[in-house]
Structure formats: C-alpha cells, structure tokens
C-alpha cells in the first residue's frame, strides 16, 4: 500500500516549523508563556537536544498530514485546557462505541448494522489506524536508552473496550482512575441533618476529601521516584496524549450529564404541570404502561414544540430496550436501591420522553449526522445499537432514581444531584491531571506497582 505519509516526507514537503511547534504545545497544555518559560529554563545542551527532537517531530507531523488530514484536531490528543472554555465540542467515547462496532462487524453480523452505524465504524476505524500511525511514529523518535528501560510502558496496545490505541501504561492509569472511585464510593454518602440547600456544598466537601486521601498514598510514591532526568519530546508527547485522550471522555460524560439534566428537567416540570406529584415506578407493569399512555398520548405536551404522541404498541418494544440498560448497569457494577420491575419501568419512562420528543443522539463521530435516540420501531434481533446511547441511557436513569423522582418530582433536587455528579467527576479530573500530567517515565515505571499496591491495601482495609 502506498504510504502518503512517508512519500511526502522523501519529497521533502515538511511541515512548517510553526505548526509542529504548535502541534506540541497544544498536546502538552502549554500557553505561550508556559512554553517560553520552559524554554527559558533549559540548559544549552538540552535547547540542543530539543531543537534536534522539534525536528523530527515536524517529519512526523508531515507524515501524519499524509495519514488522516485532520489529525491534530480529530484524534483528541490536545489537552483539553488548551481549548476555549474547556468545550465539550471535541468530547467523545467512541473508543469504546467503535469497540462493539467493528467487533460486530468483524463478526460478519453487517446486516444487522444500520447504515449510520456502519458509516461510524469506518470512520472509527480509520481514526483508530491513525492514532497507532501516531503513536508508533513517537515511538521510533524516543531515545534507545528509553526504549531499554521502557520500552513495555510505551509499547502500543488496544485497551479493553477501546477501539482507539493506546499505551501499555494506560492500565496504570484506570487503576488510579479506580482508586480515587473506590475511595468516593466509601467516603461520599449522604449525611443525617444535611438540608436540600446544603447538600451540594457538604458534597463538594467530600470530594477534595477523597482527594486528599488519595494523595497521601500517592505522593510518596511520586516523590521517591522523582528524578532530575528530563524525558525526550517523544516520551513526553505519548504520555501527554494518553493523559488528553482519558479527559476527553471524561467531558463526553459531563455533556450526557448536562443533556440528561435538561431534557429531564423538562419532563418533571411538564408533569408537575400536568397535576403530577411523583412518578408512579413503583406499579406493576400493565399499570405503569396504563398511566405512561395517560401522560404521552396526547397530541401535545407542556413546553415541547416536537411532540408525537405514544402508541400503546410502542411500550413492550420499549420495555426490551430497557433490560439492555439494567444489563449494562450490571455489568458495570451499579448498585440499586430499587427493585428491578422499578427500575423498568423508570427506563421505559425515559425512552417514551426521548421518543415523544424526538430526542437526537450525536455519536461524536466526524462527518456522521446525529440521529434519534429512540425510534418507535421494534429492533430486530441481533440489530447494533450504539454503545454511546446505552450509555446515555444509563446517565437518565441514574440521574431521576438517584435524586428520588420516583417519590416525589422536584427539579431543584434533580439539579442539586446533577452538580454533585459533575462536581465529582471535575474533582478526579482533577486528582488524574495534577499528579500525572509532569510525571517522568521513572515515576510511572514506579505507578506501575505502586498503584496495584494502593488497590489491595484497599481492598484489605474495606
């Protein structure tokens, strides 16, 4: 196969100098000043050795010019403090919807593939060959002692439930990510004598808490395995894009958090409207489908411009859509107070409403079109759905059940949940960002089981 990449490099078409620059510091989160101020505190050798890696990193961004044209921007791997506002617009989790997707392609099931889907696999697939292209190019640019004493940290691999290439490190990197999680599951609880008004600040509380925990047993681990030897660009670019990528999905979650919470916020207050003290979840199910048609079959509904009406032969294929949600709910180890027929029915509630609104779902892919959530037509057996819906899915779900709409609706409660979430997640982007984001090939050799080490002490002690 003709390699674009490589033949534009031999023809000597290199990229400006000012973009590879660029390029850099927009994956390593440095600003202009930020930048000089590093250049500023190098020694003359090490200007010389730098100047000599910004050059073979400009033929690597020649070469990946000629892989995917627009790589820099489509590939995640700037930091997102680099962006305006921190934006969700670059946010995405199509590592793990490309995941299922080209599994069920391999597997030969295309037929059951909708053509949106297929589209997005293609893409997804293209953009995962690019991404190894890049981190492959970086890994033939680091130092052989590097490559000799850590060349099985930065080796290329493919993350479970991830279609996009990523390092061997990586699963140092979900073992933190887990124990900071651990630690807010055991420590953020709700508090007797806490009123509705104080409950998101006691929250915030608590999660600079977990945070503080977590750092007792992480900075002596940091702190003993520093060293005054400064990694090469190439080390430093590959960890930096690992670090950008994991962040970029967790913004994905706060977008579905904040697009649950609206749209939500929607549906309790039409239905407070409507006369409505609480959802009714807790009914058998023929007595659910019974009030859910009472609610949306009507041509029209508080507030929504959109509005189609619910027919009675929408709700059993909506009720087989919902045990895909408990499933996942399952398998990612989410624990309800509730009892599963509750549980339905609160996801049959919310595939009504995105139904009868005619919610969109953006799959984050470049070039495809966003589409319905939820249709009413049955989906045929063995028919893909994407992940990233499922996923969004499981946000409403936990959303509603977790601030008790289901006892008694209230738009402030469901809010005061929403930030709490939002504020959790920014606080462990936080504990990630502030510990790894300067950390040296030697601190992350010393993660490597140091981090396993704070998992079991963990695990021993809970």
């Not at 190098?42 to 020649?62: N, P």
């Not at 996009?164 to 709700?190: G, I, N, S």
């Not at 039409?270 to 048609?293: D, H």
């Not at 982007?429 to 089981?449: V, Y």
Request: aromatic residues 10%; contains cysteine; glycine residues 4%.
């Amino acid at each position: 196969m003709h390699d674009k990449g490589a033949q534009k490099v031999a023809d000597g078409e290199l990229a400006r100098k000012g973009r590879a620059l660029q390029s850099i510091k927009n994956i390593l989160g440095l600003d202009d000043a930020a930048y000089q101020r590093f250049i500023e505190n190098l020694t003359e050798d090490e200007r010389a050795t730098f100047d000599s890696e910004v050059a073979q990193y400009t033929e690597l961004c020649t070469v990946m010019s000629g892989v995917y044209l627009q790589w820099s921007s489509q590939l995640l791997l700037e930091a997102p403090e680099i962006v305006a506002s921190e934006s969700t617009y670059d946010s995405s989790l199509i590592a793990p919807l490309g995941a299922v997707l080209l599994a069920a392609m391999g597997e030969g099931t295309s037929k059951a593939i909708p053509q949106h889907l297929r589209s997005a696999a293609s893409k997804i697939s293209k953009l995962a060959d690019a991404r190894r292209r890049f981190l492959e190019e970086l890994y033939s640019q680091i130092r052989p002692e590097e490559k000799k004493d850590y060349g099985d940290l930065l080796k290329v691999c493919s993350p479970l439930l991830s279609a996009m290439p990523d390092l061997a490190l990586y699963e140092t990197y979900q073992r933190l990510y887990l124990y900071w999680k651990f630690h807010k599951q055991t420590l953020v609880k709700p508090v007797d004598g806490v009123t509705e008004t104080e409950i998101a600040t006691v929250a915030a509380k608590a999660h600079v808490r977990v945070t503080q925990i977590c750092n007792q047993a992480l900075h002596p681990i940091l702190d003993a395995s520093a060293t005054s030897q400064q990694d090469s660009l190439a080390v430093r670019l590959m960890l930096a894009s690992m670090l950008n990528r994991a962040e970029w999905e967790s913004l994905e979650y706060e977008r579905y958090e904040l697009a649950a919470t609206r749209s939500l916020l929607k549906l309790i207050q039409g239905l407070q409207t409507a006369g409505e003290t609480r959802i009714p979840a807790q009914l058998e199910k023929e007595a659910f489908k019974r009030w859910l048609i009472g609610q949306f079959s009507t041509n029209s509904f508080s507030g929504e411009e959109q509005w189609r009406a619910l027919k009675p032969q929408h709700l059993d294929r909506f009720y087989a859509q919902a045990t895909w949600i408990l499933q996942w709910e399952e398998a990612n180890f989410v624990k309800h107070q509730d009892d599963e027929e509750t549980l339905l029915n609160m996801c049959v509630l919310h595939l009504a409403w995105s139904y009868c609104t005619r919610e969109k779902h953006d799959l984050r892919v470049p070039d495809v079109k966003d589409y319905d959530l939820v249709s009413g037509r049955a989906i045929e057996s063995e028919e893909q759905v994407p992940l990233t819906r499922i996923m969004y899915q499981q946000r409403q779900l936990n959303t509603m059940v977790r601030s008790y709409q289901h006892y008694e609706l209230s738009p402030q409660r469901l809010e005061i949940y929403s930030k709490c979430n939002r504020d959790g997640r920014r606080q462990q982007m936080h504990f990630m960002r502030s510990n790894l984001r300067d950390a040296s090939l030697a601190q992350w050799r010393a993660l490597t089981t140091g981090v396993w080490g704070m998992l079991q002490r963990y695990w021993y002690w809970s």
